[in-house]
């Protein structure tokens, strides 16, 4: 099975800063990488998929990149709505997905 | 509008079986590059990816629950229904269910979730 690593676990910022978030597969899964948000009593939301192409509707303040083992999710200017839990989530392997543990980002 | 609602009892006891149900609207399951998959959520924990059937009707299950799970549709009634035998304290958790849209890169993501439904499993 395919391990999904996310760091950091947890995360500290402030509005207006810009944060990274790190997610690593434990074997290469080319560009099958999704990312989504999740707030409190709330089903996640998906934000990126492929690695890098943005959902329709979803701010552009939201970028990410990588492929094979290594991929990003990048916030940049956070608005106050964007403190949340951020999951990534590979789909290369179909005969099991799995998530990475989630980043919780919270406001400083 | 494509919606998606989980439903199933709220409590089961240890060792019964849970089996929930995803209604869903606004799509096909026979429709090339559509599957409906289950995944969980423990009280404070992060997403387990459970299983999926796909618009052929192939299955797919996590590993470590094989055994447990079996997922089926119900094409009449626009319905998943997942299965899962013996359960334990630990399958506590918020059961969502969730459509995946393959790509025309190929890769897949879930787009459109149910609002999930918590099953609690105790004695």
């Known amino acids: 099975d395919i391990q999904m690593t996310q760091s950091p676990s947890s995360l500290s910022a402030s509005v207006g800063d810009s944060v990274t978030i790190t997610c690593r597969a434990s074997q290469s899964i080319g560009n099958s990488l999704n990312w989504y948000q999740q707030k409190p009593g709330q089903a996640p939301k998906p934000l990126i998929y492929?690695?890098?192409s943005l959902l329709s509707g979803v701010p552009l303040r939201f970028s990410g990149g990588g492929s094979g083992t290594d991929f990003t999710l990048t916030i940049s200017s956070l608005d106050p709505e964007d403190f949340a839990t951020y999951y990534c989530?590979?789909?290369?392997?179909?005969?099991?997905?799995?998530f990475g543990q989630g980043t919780h980002l919270e406001i400083k | 509008q494509v919606t998606l609602k989980e439903s199933g009892p709220a409590l089961v006891r240890p060792t019964e079986t849970l089996t929930l149900t995803c209604t869903f609207s606004?799509?096909?399951?026979?429709?090339?590059?559509?599957?409906v998959n289950w995944i969980r959520q423990p009280p404070g924990k992060a997403l387990e990816w459970l299983a999926r059937i796909d618009w052929e009707g192939v299955e797919f299950y996590n590993s470590s629950l094989m055994p447990r799970l079996t997922i089926s549709e119900d094409p009449p009634n626009n319905q998943v229904l997942l299965k899962m035998t013996y359960v334990d304290p630990v399958d506590t958790a918020t059961y969502f269910c969730a459509r995946e849209l393959v790509t025309t890169t190929g890769t897949g993501y879930f787009d459109s979730w149910g609002l999930g439904t918590l099953v609690t499993v105790s004695s």
């Open positions: 606004g799509f096909s399951l026979r429709r090339g590059g559509v599957s």
């Open positions: 989530q590979q789909t290369y392997s179909v005969s099991m997905y799995t």
């Open positions: 492929a690695a890098s």
